[in-house]
């Protein structure tokens, strides 16, 4: 598939098939209102409601002028796009789907000028026309934004032992770039310009890992194949602001359980604790903004309601050195508080920081909805364990100090062994440490880039592929979603 990108001045572009209306032979006579009426009834018939297809509708019910038709027929870009359209099924695809068959039988007819009784030219011509623009849009979208959108996907329903339920909480929160009106002008633009070739070749996936995982297709079978079509999907999804475009990030494969500290030169990686399946650590993408030593831990909503019953017992909350706070902030006698108090979410509960606390001795604090951060534990010894999805949604990272270091600017190297002393005496009584060491905040300068994803098929740090659980079921989800479209 090639492109041409030389620009040929065309004086007579602005003819239109209505100038062909007096032919005198009815068997071979383009009508530009037959074809329009015969678009517009397609248009009405067909239900299907992704983008390509509703923006397909919108264009020839908006009387827009047609795309593959011109004075001699129609336009050679369509071979182009054939010829791309034949190939779908080596990225997993399914040729049913742009309807290739029918675009090939109709195309090869009016090149051949073979029509009849039941295949009326103005009929098949319309049927190109619309069919053409219709896996046109559907592919080239698909191949540059993704087939699925998983903000629908999986923000609706959400897998639960072995059945799917309605949620009212998002898990997928990644800003992903989406397909627009721009987009699909330029899809149009790029016919009339004789660069649908080009055009093609530009939105494919770019990523070293879409071009693995095609690798893998052709011997991939069963359950595997399954799994590298929807880690293929995933790979064409694009996001606003690309991991590509930094030098330094952070990145959690939430399937995976574990964390990338990535540099031009190097790559740390660590494992990492995530929520359980009743409580998803969401995916999404931010920028590290600063490092807390020794926090205190306010507790959520979710997890109140799991200790409700406690209420009243001085014991249980003194031993775990959980304070409680009425709606004015002023500190409870936990013995004087009532389940019904705890449930009515007028109450908090804080934990204060030192042994024992569930944020450990720092936090790694980033914007988000969810309130949802990686930090260090006080359970470390769930990280050997194989299944680490234990947490309420926040990421439990293995090696907090070495991931507070990978944050610090060169400007800040400095500050690591004070970050060392901080977590190591930072809640000891003031008259026994050196308090001018002790770190409370640190900002991060500049933020770096943190990105919660999740990939059941992922390149490990030698660039091999490996294979993880889909510990969330957002594989299944996904694929229930693109099952049609593919091979």
């Known amino acids: 598939m090639t492109a041409c990108e030389e620009r040929v001045h065309v004086d007579n572009r602005d003819v239109v098939l209505s100038d062909y209306d007096n032919i005198k032979e009815d068997g071979y006579a383009l009508s530009s209102r037959r074809i329009k009426d015969k678009i517009a009834n397609l248009c009405k018939s067909d239900k299907e409601n992704d983008i390509a297809n509703t923006t397909t ?40 789907v742009f ?51 998983p903000l629908t996907a999986l923000n609706r329903i959400q897998l639960v032992g072995k059945d799917t339920v309605k949620v009212k909480t998002k898990v997928f929160d990644l800003k992903l770039q989406q397909p627009d009106e721009k987009f699909f002008n330029r899809a149009i633009s790029q016919v009339r310009n004789d660069s649908v070739g080009y055009f093609l070749h530009e939105v494919q996936p770019k990523s070293p890992l879409y071009t693995a995982l095609l690798r893998q297709l052709p011997s991939a079978k069963g359950d595997y194949r399954k799994k590298v079509q929807v880690n293929i999907e995933r790979s064409r999804w694009r996001l606003q602001d690309p991991i590509e475009n930094h030098d330094k990030y952070v990145f959690v494969n939430v399937a995976e359980q574990m964390l990338y500290a990535v540099t031009p030169d190097s790559t740390m990686v660590m494992k990492v ?51 409680i706070y009425d709606g004015a902030g002023r500190k409870v006698d936990p013995s004087k508080v009532t389940r019904s108090q705890l449930l009515s979410g007028r109450y908090s509960v804080v934990q204060s920081s030192g042994a024992g606390n569930s944020l450990g001795k720092i936090i790694f604090r980033f914007d988000n909805p969810y309130s949802v951060y990686l930090h260090h534990t006080s359970s470390p010894w769930v ?82 592929l490996r294979e993880y659980n889909d510990v969330y079921g957002f594989d299944k989800l996904i694929y229930s979603q693109m099952a049609a479209l593919l091979k």
């Open 57 to 96: 509708r919108k264009h020839y019910l908006n009387n827009e002028q047609f795309i593959w038709i011109d004075r001699q027929g129609v336009t050679a870009q369509a071979d182009t796009l054939l010829a791309c359209l034949e190939k779908v099924e080596e990225q997993g695809l399914s040729q049913g």
């Open 273 to 323: 604790c995530c929520g359980t399946v009743g409580n998803k650590t969401p995916l999404l993408n931010s920028y590290i903004k600063k490092m807390e030593l020794n926090p205190v831990w306010r507790m959520p909503y979710s997890i109140i309601k799991g200790i409700a019953g406690r209420a009243g017992s001085s014991a249980y909350f003194g031993k775990r050195r959980y304070s």
């Open 99 to 149: 309807r290739v068959k029918q675009i090939k039988e109709d195309l090869e007819r009016a090149r051949n000028l073979n029509f009849d009784d039941k295949h009326k030219i103005n009929d098949v011509v319309a049927r190109l026309e619309y069919n053409l623009t219709k896996a046109y849009f559907r592919y080239a979208a698909g191949q540059r934004f993704g087939f699925v959108n």
């Open 383 to 464: 990280f050997s364990q194989q299944n680490r999805c234990v947490s309420h949604g926040c990421v439990r990272v293995e090696r907090p100090f070495d991931l507070a270091v990978f944050l610090l600017d060169e400007s800040q190297k400095g500050k690591a062994s004070d970050i060392k002393y901080s977590m190591d005496h930072g809640t000891e009584a003031k008259d026994s440490i050196d308090t001018t060491r002790v770190l409370k905040n640190l900002p991060v300068e500049p933020q770096i880039p943190v990105y919660l994803n999740y990939f059941t098929i992922y390149a490990d740090r030698n660039n091999n």
